[in-house]
């Protein structure tokens, strides 16, 4: 649905319950699109979240601790009197 700025003041609530709806409400000004009305997702429950995070934690610290340390990442490098080899 196209409306013009003008007309949408006087029915904005009706549009944004469209919008809602899942219709697209795109305002114009001039004859040319200027504004699109999207519903606002709704936020995740706070076990979702927590879940969410949880699996993330998990994620992280598994790839944390894969792969040599930082400190000795380089002593491939090096001979077993600490000099370039």
């Known amino acids: 649905m196209r409306i013009s700025v003008t007309e949408a003041?006087?029915?904005l609530t009706e549009l944004v319950r469209r919008a809602e709806a899942g219709d697209e409400?795109?305002?114009?000004?001039?004859?040319?699109?200027?504004?699109r009305l999207v519903p606002v997702k709704q936020a995740t429950d706070a076990?979702?979240?927590r879940a969410l995070l949880q699996s993330v934690r998990v994620s992280?610290?598994?790839?944390?601790?894969a792969g040599p340390s930082a400190a000795r990442s380089q002593d491939?490098?090096?001979g077993e009197d600490g000099l370039p080899g």
Request: no cysteine.
């Open 9 to 11: 003041k006087g029915q």
């Open 25 to 35: 409400v795109i305002l114009t000004r001039h004859g040319h699109a200027a504004v």
């Open 76 to 78: 491939f490098l090096y």
């Open 47 to 49: 076990p979702s979240r």
């Open 60 to 65: 992280a610290a598994g790839k944390a601790t």
